[in-house]
Structure formats: C-alpha cells, structure tokens
C-alpha cells in the first residue's frame, strides 16, 4: 500500500535546461534500425549512433528504435545526428514526462506512456516519438514494447504500411499503444467483477484494502490516459507539417479510442466508489447483526436471573419459599417471560430467520 | 452484481487499422433494401451485395439495412459498393464504438446506441449510419430494432417521408433511436420510485443492492446518451453536405430530446444517490433502537439483581432477614427502583411510543 | 416519496415528427385575445379559431391567450392560422420540455415552466410563448396563470405596455413567470428554517424524509430555473428579428433575476446538504448517549452483584461470614466501590450535566 | 441557526418595471455632494435632489453620496437630474441585486456588496455605483460606510486622486469596498481558527452547531465575493467609455485581490470540510471508548459472578463446598481469571494508556 | 492545528493604491548587483539604489537582486530607477500576492511564490520578478533562495546563460523555482506514504490529525502552484516584447513541470482522501471488534448465570437439590451450553481467528 515515491527523474533543481539525469540501473543504450521500401525491408541491430544517417537509403522510410537509457554520449550522439533539441532530448530521456505533443523545426515530438500487462502486473514505459520527414525514431526506456505486430506488418508488407510514409508508421505505431491499455482495463474490469463478489459474500478487512488498491491503479491510469486524449487531439487539429491528411484520419480514430477508454476508466472509477459504500454499509451490518445478538441474550436472561435472584434471598419470611407450587411457578413464569421476549424478538425480526430476511433476495 | 467485463470487440493490438473482428456467436449478415418515390415503395430481402446499387433506382431514395456481423466477406463487399472507408467500416462492426459522427468523402457516418427493453431487460446495441446522396445504409447486430414505426410511415407514404430525402429518412430513424430511451427512462423511474417504498418501509440488504444496481444501470445509461448529445448537435451545428436546412431543424428538435433525457438521468442519479443516505440513516437508527432495547432491559433489571444479591449472601449478622417487613421493604424498593428507571426511559423516548415517535410523521 | 414517474407527454416512439399527444384528462382548449392600441383596448373571450386574426385591428398588438391541450383540431387550426410550425406545436403541446428559444421564420418560440403556489403544494405548468411581429401567443396547459398583473396593466394602460409592441408584451410575460419564483423560493426558504429548528431541537425519523424531500424540491427547481437562464440570455444576445434592441435591455433586467435565483438555489442546496450532516451526526449523538447510560449502570452495578454474588456462596469454611463486622464492611465496600466509578462517570462527562454540557451553547 | 428568509426585496409579480419597493424601516434619504478640483474641495451636507447638478462647478469631479432608501420622490427626483435609466434605480434601490456591471448611455452602472464588522457581527450592505462623464454618484442604503479613508484623501489632497478623474474616484471607492473584505476574512479565519482548537480538545454538540454555521458564513461570503470578480473583470476587459486606460490598470489590481479572497476563500471552506469530518470521527472515537468500558468491565465480571453463582447454589452434594480449602481456591481461580482477563485487555491497548496512545502524539 | 490566520499584508483599507506595507521584523533592505557579458562577469554587494544603473556596462545582462523588505526609502529608490510602476512595486512589497504575470512599458511583471524546504519545515517566500530589455530584477522577502545553481551556471559560463540575454535569465530563475517544488511534493510523498503504513498498522487520534495535516498541506501547495501554471503559460501564449521566441520555447517546458506537478498534486490529494476512508473504516472496525467481544462473554456467561441462579433460589421444595446427580448434571448442562456457544461464535467467526480472517490477506 505504498503511495509510490514521486518518480520523475528531474534534473538537480537549477541545473542548465537539457541536462540528462541518468539512473544508475538504466539499461544500456541499444539503436536497432528498420528502413523500408515499398520493394524491401532492410533491418541493422545495434546500429552505432553516428552511422544512423548512413544506413538510409533515399526514398525509404526509416525507423530508428532506440532501447535503454544509460549512455548520455550515445543519447547525445543521437541527438546530434537527428538535430534533436536539447529540451526534446531532456523530455525523452528524464522519465516520466507528462505525455505531449510539441513541434520543433526538424520534427514533431510525441510522448505517450505505454502500458504492458507482463507477468499480471502493470508496468507503465515512457516512449518518446520524433517524427521526421522520412523517419520515425522512438526512445524507449526498456527493451520489450507492444510493437511486434507492427514489426510483422512492415516485414510482410500487408497493407498501406510499406508505401504510407514515416506519419503512418508513427501513427500505426502510437495506435499500438494506446490499444495496449484495452487489454490492462479489461484485466482491471476483471478485478472489480471479483472485488464485487468479495464485498458481497465475504467482505473482509482486506477487501477495503484491494478497493483502495483498485481506485489508486484507476488513478494512476487515469493520469496516464487523460493527456493522451490530448496529445493525440493536437495531432488532429493542428496542422503539423509531418502530419500528412490522410494520416490525420486514421488518427482520428486513434482519438476515439482515447475517450472510449476515458469513458470505461470513469465508470470503472464510479464502480469502486460504490464497492466502498457498499462495503462501510456491510460492516455496518454486521455492528448491527453482533448487537442484536447481544441484545436479545442479555434482554431475555438478565431478567430471568433477577427472578431467580429474589428467590435466592435469605429472608426469614418469605412465604412463597415454603409453598408446594412455589417452585414450579416461578419456573413457570421464567418459561412464559423468557419465550414472551423470544417471541418479540422474533416478531422484530431480530433473531431466527434474520440471515434469510436480510440477504434473501440477492 | 457484475461490473459487466469490458465488452468492446477490439482487434489484436497492433493489428492493421480497419481489421474487423467477429464475434463466435454473431448473426449471420442479411441485407434488406427498401427504396421508394413519392409514387411507389419496392421492398427487397435477402439482397445479395453484389447487387446493392443495381435494386435502387433513379431520382428514388433508398434505405439499405444490413442486419448481422458475422460475414466478413459479405460486410466488405457491401463496403466496396458503397466506397465505405474502412475505418467507416471497423466502427460500425467492432461494436460498441463510442456514438460518433464523422465526414466522409462519399457520405457521414453516425454511429448511435439503440436501447431496447425486451422481456423486461434493458438491451443496448449498436447502430451504424451512413447517409449519402440518395441513401441511408444502417448497420445492426442483430435482428429487432425500434424502426417498424419508420418502416410503417415509408409503406403508407404519411407526412413528407416519401419526398423529403435521404437525410430526413436518416433524422428519422435516429430520432426513433433518441425516443425510444423515453419509456427506458420511465422504467427506471418506476424502479426508483419502488425504491423509495422499499427503503422507507422494509429495508434490507437486498436494498442496498438494488440501489447500488441503479445506481449502476443510470451510469451506464449516461455513458450512452452523453455522447449521443454531442453526435446530434454535431449534426445540426456542421454543415455537412448530406444534411439539408430544413432536415437540420428537424434535427435541432431530436437534440432537444437528448438534453432532456440527460437532464432526467442526472436528476435520477442525484435521486439515487438520496436513496442511499436515507438507507444509511435507517440502518443507523435501526442499530439505534436495538441498543436502546437493550440498554433499557439492562439498565433496569442488573440494578435490581445488585439488590437481590445483597440479601442472598450468608452473613450471620444480618438484621434485616430476621425482620417480618424486611422481605416486603425490599420488594417494594426493587419496585419503585424498576418503575421509576421506566418512567424516566419512557421519558426520554426510548420506550414505548419510540416507533410513533420516530414514524409518525410518515 | 414518489419519485414521480417521468412526465413527459411524448408519441409514440417513431410516430411522425409534429404528433400531438393529447392527455385524457386535458382542459378544453379556449382562447381569450387581448388586443389593444395606444388608445383602447378589446377583449375576446372563447375566439374561435378560424377567426384568430379577423379579430384583430391594424397598428394593434394582440396577445392570443390559449388555455386546454385538449382539441387537437383547434390547436392545429391556431397552428394554421399562425403559421406554426409542426415541431413548434409540438413542443408547446407535448409538455413538458426543456424551456428552450428558438428562432423561426414567422416567429420566436421560446418555452419556460411557470410555478405557482396554490394551496400550499407547488404547481409547474409549461407555458409557451410565440412572439410575431405584431402578436404574442402564449399556450397553457389550464386555465389559471400568473399573468393577471399584466392584464391589469394592459387594461389602465400604466407604463409604456400599451405602446412599447409585440416584445415588450412578451417581456413582461416572461418576466412574471421568472418573478413568479421569487415567493416560491422564500416559501422553500421557510420550510428549510423550520427543518433547521428541527433537526436540532426535535430530529426523528420523519425529519430525514423531509430533508429528503427537501432536496428533491430543490432539484425540480433547479432543472427549471437553470434552462431558464440559458432562454433568456439567448434572447438577449442572439439578434432576434422579433425582439428589438429596447426590449433586450429589459430583458436583460430578467436575465440578472433568473441568475440570481439560481444563485439562492445553490445556496439552499448547500443548506440542505449541510442539514443532512448534522442530522446524521445527531443521530450518531443519541446513540452515544444510550451507550452511556448502560455503560454507566452495567459497569457500577455488575462488579457490586459480583460481590454479593461471592458472599452468597455456600461453603462452610468463609471466616467472613460469621464476623460481626463482615456484613457492614462489604456493605461499605460496595458503597465506596460505586460511589467511586460513579464518580469516575462523572468526571469524563458521561452523566449528570451532560445535556448541558452537549448542548448548553445551543 | 436560522437559514436567513430570501431577503431580496422584489417588486410585486408582474409589476411594472422599474417598480421601487421601499422598506418600511428604510432609512430617509440624504444626499451629500462633495466636488473637487485640484485646487479646492466643496463639501455640501443636505442637498435638496433638485440641485444635485446645480451646486457643481465645471472641470470638477463631484461624488455624489446618497444614503437610504426611503423617499420614493427624492430617489426619483435623484433619477431624474443623473438621468437614471428606470431599470438601473430599481437595482439600485431593490438590494440585495447581484453584484454586476452594466453600461447605459449616461454613465456606467456597477452594484457592489459592502461588507463591514460592526460590534463583532457581519454586515452586508448594497452600493449601487454610477460612473458618470465627470462625477460618481453612490447609493447606500444606510449610514455607515467604509469609504471615510477616500473623504479624507480628497480633502487632504494626497496621491493622484483629486486631479484623475470620476472613473479613478469611482476605482478608488470599488478598491476600497473590495479591501474591506480582507479584515472580514481575518477575523473568519480565527474563528476557524479556534474551532480547530476546540474540535481536537472539547468537542461538544455545539461545536457541530459552529462548524455549520462558518460554513453558511463562507458560503454568504462566496455568494457575494464571486460575482465581484466577474464584475471588476468585465470593467477591465470591456471598453466602457467611462473608464480610462490608466484606471483600467488599477483596476486589475483591484481585480487580482478579489481573486485571492476567492482563493482564501475556497480553502477556508475545504479547512471547515476538514474540521466536519474530524468532528465525526471524534463522535465516533468517544462511541468507542464507552464501548470499551463497557466491553472490558463486563467481560471480567460476568464470568466471575457465573464462578460465584454456582457455589451459591443449594445441592445437597457438593463436596467442594465442605472441603477446607475450597473458599481460598476458587477466590484464588476468581483472582486469576480476572487478572488474566484485565492483562489481555491491556494488552489489547482497551483499558490503562489508552488515552495516551490514542492523542499522545497531539 | 491552526488555520493560519490570513497572512496578505494589505495596506489599509480605502489606503492610496501603491501604499506599502513594511513588517516589523522585516529583514533589511539589501542589493546585489550581478552583470556579466559572454566574456566577464562582474558581482558588486550591498549596492547603494542611486548606482543601481551606474554599475551596469553597455551590452551586458544586469541580474538587480533585492532581498529584505523593511527599507521604504530603499525600495522606492529602486522603483525610480527602474522606473517600477507603484502598483507593480506594491504587488512585489506586499506579499503574498497570487503569483501573476503583467506587462508594464518598462519591463513584464512576475510574481512567483517559492519553496524551500529548510531543516524539514516547508517554507513559501514570494519572489517578485522584473523582465526588463538587458536587465532582471528580483525582490525576494528574505536572505536566502534556490537561485545559487543560476549564479554558478553565470560565473562558469556554461550553457548559453552569458549570451542569451535577459529573459533567458529570467527564465532560467523562474524554472529553478518551479523546479524546487518537485524535493518538496517528494517530500511529501514520501509522508504519505508513512501515513498509509500508519493507517493500516496502528492508527491511533493522531492518525487522524496527520491526515488532516497532509490534506491542508497539499491544499496549500495547490494554491500556489496553481497560478503559477497560469503565469507561465501567459508568458508563453501573450507576445510579450521582453520574452524572445527561443527563450519562450524554454519557458514551454517550465509549463509542462508545472502542469506535471498539479497532477502529482491532484494523485496526492485523491491518495489523503483515499486514506481518510481508510481510516474511518478501521475506526468502525475497532468498534465492531470491541463488540464482537462483550457480545460472546455476555452471551456465553448470562445464559449461565441464570441457571446457577435457578439453584441458588430457597424453595423448600427443589427435589433435584437433594438428587445425588442433581449438580453433576447441571454441572454438565453449563459445560454443554457454554461449548455449545462458543462453538456458534467461532462458526460465525466472531473469535478466535477473527484477526487472522480480517487482516490475513494483508
């Protein structure tokens, strides 16, 4: 239940604009380059930073993939070799940044956060896109992404993909992650169908805790989804050179998603907020169920034993003591009171079939 | 109590843009072509796709319905006949999209949500425009729609149907949409007044969960008309081309209906909501009156065994056992003690006419 | 606690646009016509519909008054004579709708709820307002309105009414139904005192049902007024042909009290909102209270029958029993043992001079 | 605890506008001029309404005072020599109006709400602005305002103000009604102030009684600050053509300081949100503690009475009752279990520190 | 606890705009002046205000760096020289403002609000800034800032902060003041998430307070970050001829931090309220589990008790008294009763175990 420290890697406060703040734990920085035609896919691993350029042929579009943060001269490198601006760089590198979209003079510049379900749990990635003229180079934090399958669509050359230009493959690309969130919302849907069962037949301490646990996973979803509706808004409406209309279209699309998955975070998040009055209701049901309890044992013995406390008193002349059918009245008025409050209580509908009367519809 | 797990038939992520998906269990696709003039109306079912364009003909205004996702084949030469994009075509199929409208070169695509009461369960599904020049093409999942009314207005040629167009044919049938979530709406508020009985008179935790239920139904009833808000003023607002002046008023009056069927949710949510404070409040009292019960049981008769107790124990030296009037002395004390703590919690409410008291007034 | 089912007269889903639905229990349709030049005026009562505007002078302003839903033919014969627009008698007939101001090509429509106190019960009726050139027609659901001031001054000619036109007409209509909520809202704003009082001094059960009630008062007011604004403002700054530029600045007037009255709405509901905690908490308080009055008794009374309960036991060998001085030092025991705790109750507030100190401040 | 009847004094429904509503306490109406030129200040006390022009001498700026509203006549008289637009006195005279701004063809119209401490106690008073070519004409509607530290800049003829101009005269009387606001907040925020104080250390009834009643205060408060800002904003953005740019410029500042008494303001309320829930969940401690009393004395001392009542019973054949140790063993037993019982209750933090664990760290 | 009184040092009210307000423990007024060019830098201290433009040369950048406030005469001197307008000196003076942004003929105002945190306590100082053609002047209320990062990056010379002219400079300052709030919204992250552990684990009436505390602190920091991402986005939106288009693409990233911390703030406001619901709820629970035990000790022991009362009681005639088997038998219904209980309890979870079943899953 940890609120999660504040994790921007920020420069030192004052530090000059552009200064890169590596972690200690960053991946090794990795340039894999894609380019393509509409007649051939060339593909280079661990392409060195100042042959970046040189392993483009003219009229082809280029994707140059950048893995792992580690190696401020690598970064720089490429910046140098792209024209990346000092605070372009600093934005792709000093994770996490609030997802943008901003234009600079060699490209646009998108900055989207990816979210991957990998072994059930939620891992959020920043990716930064520059979109060139004829390239698309993504910066990501580590290796592992959800662009396989537009990997396979280059190498396979099925659809528009080989001949559409760097906009489409940034979009192809961008539509990939924004795409991957509808599995994670599914897997949180999931969650909450769960937590809703648990509430209702089985709440326990617990399951305040997961409520609270799911409503801050939405949260922080939120926070990540929110800008991107944004981000690719921007795309949209605002005429950037290396935005291409057709390119806009199907970004379009893209936007749809965006606010569809808005749409689902926000009744997911009014959903948990129900589960955690459905919940404070059941406790206090069950205060209640453990009082009535209470009340009906003391109410109907409490009573009984002060009868059976007069009898036990040691005065002198108490005549009924020495009648025949002293004792078998006062049992007797014991069994009528006792079974009189029983049979109110009942009535009340505070014991018996209480369980049934309470949870019997559902 | 199912949070109801993310429906939207989305492709693989990654997948080229405008692939469909098709769901195991969908409707085979059939297409049904109506078209009319002032003078004439020919009806023609099961009309294969090849030959969609050909049944229509001149200066006629034709309304092709296509009923059943599960042909893909079919779906995209349908697309191909009437140059559907296939974006166009993915929102239409990979239901539920988001309510939209959208321009297109060759015609506008409005995407709405139909709600239907069937057997007394509220179904939504998904309904695909496309209003062109001289026709309205309307994709559905299934069989069964709100459109018989429309269809009877065409066949017997009553008010302008006939001669008014393709866009007042499609200002018909989503106003038919828009309406049809009247008596929705009127159930549920039927449902809430029931609520409102149940809560005040006979509360249990089954209630909680039907509020909790509704409360639920209007937020998933908001997430569909919201949107449909924005679609139709879209509509009224932009001037597309394949929607005429006097279509557009006809337009600005489904607009107002959707507004006002917001305003109704809002005021139920905020009704429902009420609900739950006064189910709260009655739980709370309820644990009220159970601890008022026992505190009086309590308070009245532990006093009163204190006495008894006293003169049970064994002490040779105790004057008073030995006197005539000790027994009926105590007696009488153990009475004016009892009624006397009576008299002063039926003053304070806690007995006796506590439900008058605290209902009375209802 | 109805939630009252949902009001709307709207056709049947699909019906052709322009339908009228006509209420069983729907007044006759009458019409009254006012017209009236600088110098005189005439009053009609019961006008036949075919004789609208015969009736009607030259250089007069005539206000056509329709009360009764119930004649369809009538209404449409109006309709005919005034040129109405099938979707305009649609919204005036088929109440209620969202007020609302729309321009048309012979007339300004505009739509506002009027409210009456009659009887004490809060009455909405919709009224609807045609503005022409030279005429204002106005179409109640029955007889009975707030428009009678206006008649008055209509008939005496007091101000500038009897030559200021059509819209200085419509102005002053308009403004009575607007002012008209002004005394509704301080009736609310006496019953919101009284609960006030109540809640602090005489909370039962019925007080949660009318600050219920209250609330939902408050919400049908505020669905009301708030569209009401919106109408008037649209008046005022869209160009309307039939309202001239001296006639806005009066309604301009209007507009400040329609805002206004939404203002002593929001703060009612904040009271309101504010009444409900203090209910709740109140409620939470007397709860305390029982708690402690069987807290204070069971924890003085439970450890003295324990030690009469012990002196009560029979084993021969208690050295106790037989002292002279044992029964008057475990009498003495008890009595310090409950004066104690007693005063230990006393001293953490739990009795004696609790109410005061509770509520001494009040 | 009263929620205040809706003051506003509006004319009777469907009056004529323009209509005056004199309160039968209002105060009688007089009138002061003071006109100023840069060499000489003239003050006159008294002045009939008649010649209210005449005792101003060109290229001077003349303040207009008029305080109470009980003279219908004189206040007509006073509309007639400003030429006071009809709408614009029943503003002026009908308070409380909404605080705004409106241009008429003579002078520019702004209502303000004054507030003043008075003996400890809030006062909110109207004061309706004229700006005029070349004077301001104020209408209050007691004696008593905040603006004795503008009369004595003018007489004293310090800074700018006696050559700048009526829209700088008009600026420095807003600034002033607006400032006056600060000290008001001042003395709301110690109030807040000690509630925290009392709300962690002597909560009573009461104190629920005064966190309600600073909220309603806020919430006065806000009502009359917010339309403030929008009325000092539209004089600085709209070209009124009675304010210059250079008073524009101090009007902003004028502007910014009604935004941070917004911003003062909102926190105060979330600060008395705050204290509502600390006050509830202090209730619900103080539930608690009796609830432990309660819990740990009788779960000690029933089990032991239980002990104690079995060897008070009568059977013949009880062998422990006639053994020699038996009375010192189950004291022994008595002693055991309940100290047994008290370590664990102690254990469980119920009973001893308990109150240092729970507000130690306060 | 306290509120705070309101801290705004307004001048009097009805006061001449431009008055200032001097502390009483204001520090004294003292100057640094810093002007460097590409090549040189030259710092002067303790700058008397006449040679506050007689120290700067010709091409240079001049960094004018008041701090202390108490010297009217001082800080007027000032304002000549750099020929501050009284209201912008006023704005400076009299802390805290909001922070806004202005524009002056002779320089762009801003006014920001910085924080520290110094041995733990979180400090706000306002910062005003002048943005003058070659100058930038800052007021700071005390010694000590977050700026000493800027005057290294001068005297080193590294980056473009020696070429880029003054508004670089400015910008340089105001995104180190940004910036600074990320340490502290750390910081208090790092709270709550100690605050959660607390919550969860051993909360106590001090839990509550802190979480209070951590509310009213994150508010705090709102109200001021708040404006400042208004300010920033002014400078970069409005065409201010004292800010370039380079630096203003600078200033384009300040926004995004700015933005990213209201985000941070907004999750963290969200996690304070999340934890309020935490803890109320185990508030609730606490309160249960004291129940939970009263209810099975009295329930266990008073049925109990009543049957040893029963043979407690004097009749002469009780034949099982004198039965040899009378006591073992009621010996054994006790046993038998009293299993037979707590066998009930322990299935319905209420001891034993309970803890592990609530808290296990944790």
Chains 1, 2, 3, 4, 5 share one sequence.
Do not use: C
Not at 142 to 147: A, H, I, L, N
């Amino acid at each position: 239940m940890k609120v999660g420290p504040f994790h921007k890697r920020h420069p030192p406060v004052g530090a000059r604009p552009g200064t890169l703040v590596i972690e200690p734990g960053a991946q090794a920085t990795d340039i894999s380059v894609m380019d393509y035609t509409t007649e051939a896919v060339a593909e280079h691993e661990h392409v060195p930073a100042a042959e970046l350029r040189r392993s483009t042929r003219a009229e082809a579009t280029t994707w140059i993939d950048v893995r792992g943060l580690a190696n401020e001269e690598t970064l720089r490198a490429i910046a140098e070799q792209l024209k990346i601006h000092p605070l372009a760089l600093e934005d792709m590198v000093n994770a996490p940044q609030r997802p943008k979209s901003e234009l600079y003079d060699e490209h646009q510049l998108v900055i989207l956060r990816m979210a991957m379900m990998s072994d059930g749990a939620l891992q959020l990635e920043q990716v930064g896109f520059l979109i060139g003229k004829d390239y698309v180079a993504t910066i990501q934090e580590r290796d592992g992404d959800v662009f396989d399958p537009v990997r396979q669509r280059i190498r396979q050359g099925r659809g528009p993909i080989r001949s559409a230009g760097a906009a489409y493959l940034a979009y192809s690309l961008m539509d990939t992650v924004i795409d991957e969130y509808y599995p994670v919302l599914e897997k949180i849907g999931e969650e909450l169908a769960e937590l809703e069962d648990e509430v209702v037949e089985r709440a326990s301490r617990g399951t305040l805790r997961r409520i609270y646990d799911a409503k801050r996973r939405l949260l922080l979803m939120r926070r990540a989804v929110w800008p991107h509706r944004d981000v690719i808004n921007a795309l949209v409406r605002d005429e950037s050179p290396f935005v291409d209309a057709t390119t806009r279209l199907y970004l379009r699309d893209t936007y749809d998603h965006a606010v569809q998955l808005l749409d689902v975070l926000e009744s997911y998040r009014e959903t948990a907020a129900g589960l955690l009055d459905v919940y404070l209701s059941s406790q206090s049901n069950r205060t209640n169920e453990v009082m009535r309890t209470l009340t009906v044992t003391a109410s109907i013995f409490i009573p009984l034993t002060f009868i059976a406390g007069v009898y036990g008193m040691n005065f002198d002349a108490m005549p009924e003591l020495h009648s025949r059918i002293g004792y078998p009245i006062v049992l007797g008025i014991m069994l009528v009171t006792g079974f009189g409050l029983l049979w109110r209580f009942k009535r009340l509908g505070w014991i018996g079939k209480q369980d049934d009367r309470e949870d019997g519809a559902e």
